[in-house]
Each structure stands twice: as C-alpha cells, then as structure tokens.
C-alpha cells in the first residue's frame, strides 16, 4: 500500500514526489514520459536559471531529487484508476498497486499545425521557428518576424500579446477563411497586425526561418505560433466522477482537492495558467494537502 499514486512526469508531478517523499510518504510515480516540458529547448522563466535550462535536463534533474528521496518511479502509461474502499487501485505499466490518495498532473497535449511532419516538428521546436507559448518566450521573438496560426478569439488574442514584443505579427488561418467578428478584426487592424486567410500548410525549414504556403502564396517567418488550443489529459478523472469545468479542465479546491475524496490535481490539467512555476506551485500545495489529509486518517508517526 502507498500513500500516494501521481500520475504524470512533468514538473507538477515531479514536485509533488519530492515533496511527498520529505514528508515521509511512500509514494509511486508513474511518467507516461511525454511532458510537454520536454519540448522546450530552453526556459528563461524558470527562476535560478539566468541563462536558461533545457526542458528535458529540467525533468531530468527533478527525476533525480525525487528518487534520491525514496520516490518509485515507473515508466509508462496509467491505463485505469480504480476506486476502492478508502484506496485507489492503479492499472499499467506493470503490476496494479493500491494507494490511499492519487494525485492526477497528466497535463495538456498542445494541438500542433495540421500536417506537420514529427521531424520538422522537432527541428523546427528546436531551433525555435516553432513556439507554443508567448508567455514563455515571448521575449526571445522581440523584434523578429513572427506569425500566429489561429483564428477566431483565441488566434485573435494571441496576436495582440504578442505585438507587445514585435511589430512584424501575421496571423494565419489554419483552413479557409478566417472567422472573425468585426471587433476582433478592428482590434487587429488597430494593433498593425497583417490577417491572412488560410489553408496553411507545407511547412519546411528555410535558413533560420520556417516557410510555409498560405492561399498559394510562400510566407516565410522567424517563429510561428500555434494557437490551435490543447486537449485536456481529463480522462482518467471522467472515469473517477471529478467535476470538470466547460473548458475541460478539472475541477479543485483551494488546496487541490477533487471532489472524489482520495483524490487531487495539479498542473494544466487544472485551469490556471500553464506555466512550469505555476504547475509547481499548485503541486506543493497538493502535496502538503496530501499529507494533512492523511495525517487524520493515519497519524503520522517516527
């Protein structure tokens, strides 16, 4: 019996383990290895890094603290969460084990640009012609040449932050013509931004931009944006009964609680605001909450 089954590698996941394992817990990780984190070549938001750290050393280095606590780690996929008596029941990789409480950190799956090659796709994160997340590194595309791929309210407000860093923003649409209102195209025209109608598509690599073909016309960019929204790793908490909000997100409480006893959430899968400072932070409070929680059930005890 553990304490407390995580499911998901990320840093939300990884925080929660460290934090688990201090506070004397017996807790086991399983890491579908896919955290988006792994995506970023270099974060310059994460405090303590002033010149930067890559996503997947992050992990790698989070990994190491948690197991240097006692934290199992397993790799691969949660296939099911089961709900016993006063337990959850954790179904793959490996054997199912029991534990008193799960804390889901399964995360988002970012929407990438509809026929683009997983090569180019890795080439192009890379090198930093393909960017997900402005507020990331927003300030790395200050001045250049940068393009959104959306449309409608969320490709509109994409944009419009990004032109706080440049003046050169062309926002694409990803098929067809764009749809949107005539507020959002005033509020696009006034900000400079250049609209094209879509379909987009045929992306390579081109010297240090990233080319692509838009209504039959080459375009190329220093970075694209995606903003084609994200799926919610929600599964495994439909099938518990947690509460999910209209965007998919579940549910909590103030301190990370679902409204299934036992169980609790942290990261994106959570509404807030998909950063790794962020998702670390909802994990500490997890984390403590866990324990606590705990403690009146099973008092703690040396």
């Given at each position: 019996?553990?304490?407390?089954?995580?499911?998901?590698?990320?840093?939300?996941?990884?925080?929660?383990?460290?934090?688990l394992?201090?506070?004397?817990?017996?807790?086991?990780?399983?890491?579908?290895?896919d955290?988006?984190?792994?995506?970023?070549?270099?974060?310059?938001?994460?405090?303590?890094?002033?010149?930067?750290?890559?996503?997947?050393?992050?992990?790698?280095?989070m990994?190491?603290?948690?197991q240097?606590?006692?934290?199992?780690?397993?790799?691969?996929?949660?296939?099911?969460?089961?709900?016993?008596?006063?337990?959850?029941?954790?179904?793959?990789?490996?054997?199912?084990?029991?534990?008193?409480?799960?804390?889901?950190?399964?995360?988002?799956?970012?929407?990438?640009?509809?026929?683009?090659?997983?090569?180019?796709?890795?080439?192009?994160?890379?090198?930093?012609r393909?960017?997900?997340?402005?507020?990331?590194?927003?300030?790395?595309?200050?001045?250049?040449?940068?393009?959104?791929?959306?449309?409608?309210?969320?490709?509109?407000r994409?944009?419009?932050?990004?032109?706080?860093?440049?003046?050169?923003?062309?926002?694409?649409?990803?098929?067809?013509?764009?749809?949107?209102?005539?507020?959002?195209?005033?509020?696009?025209?006034?900000?400079?931004?250049?609209?094209?109608?879509?379909?987009?598509?045929?992306?390579?690599?081109?010297?240090?931009?990233?080319?692509l073909?838009?209504?039959?016309?080459?375009?190329?960019?220093?970075?694209?944006?995606?903003?084609?929204?994200?799926?919610?790793?929600?599964?495994?908490?439909?099938?518990?009964?947690?509460?999910?909000?209209?965007?998919?997100?579940?549910?909590?409480?103030?301190?990370?609680?679902?409204?299934?006893?036992?169980?609790?959430?942290?990261?994106?899968?959570?509404?807030?605001?998909?950063?790794?400072?962020?998702?670390?932070?909802?994990?500490?409070?997890?984390?403590?909450?866990?324990?606590?929680?705990?403690?009146?059930?099973?008092?703690?005890?040396?």
């Amino acid at each position: 019996m553990f304490d407390c089954a995580i499911v998901g590698g990320g840093p939300a996941g990884l925080t929660a383990a460290i934090y688990l394992a201090r506070f004397r817990l017996r807790t086991r990780l399983v890491d579908g290895g896919d955290s988006r984190a792994a995506w970023i070549p270099t974060s310059h938001n994460h405090a303590g890094f002033p010149d930067g750290i890559n996503g997947v050393e992050l992990l790698k280095r989070m990994r190491a603290q948690a197991q240097k606590y006692g934290v199992e780690i397993v790799n691969g996929q949660c296939e099911r969460l089961e709900r016993a008596p006063e337990s959850f029941i954790v179904h793959g990789p490996g054997a199912p084990f029991t534990a008193r409480t799960a804390l889901l950190a399964t995360g988002v799956v970012n929407h990438r640009p509809p026929g683009m090659a997983d090569d180019l796709h890795r080439e192009a994160l890379a090198g930093g012609r393909l960017r997900y997340c402005p507020v990331c590194d927003g300030y790395e595309v200050t001045d250049k040449d940068v393009a959104v791929l959306g449309t409608g309210a969320r490709g509109c407000r994409e944009a419009i932050f990004l032109r706080g860093y440049t003046r050169s923003i062309t926002l694409l649409a990803p098929e067809g013509p764009h749809e949107l209102d005539d507020d959002q195209r005033a509020d696009l025209d006034d900000a400079g931004i250049v609209v094209v109608d879509g379909p987009t598509g045929d992306y390579r690599i081109k010297g240090e931009r990233l080319a692509l073909e838009t209504s039959g016309t080459t375009r190329d960019f220093d970075s694209l944006y995606p903003a084609l929204g994200s799926k919610i790793r929600s599964d495994l908490m439909i099938e518990l009964g947690a509460d999910l909000g209209e965007d998919g997100c579940v549910v909590v409480d103030s301190h990370q609680r679902t409204e299934v006893r036992g169980l609790y959430a942290a990261g994106d899968v959570v509404q807030g605001l998909d950063q790794i400072s962020h998702a670390m932070g909802e994990a500490g409070v997890a984390a403590t909450t866990i324990r606590n929680d705990l403690a009146e059930r099973y008092p703690v005890r040396r």
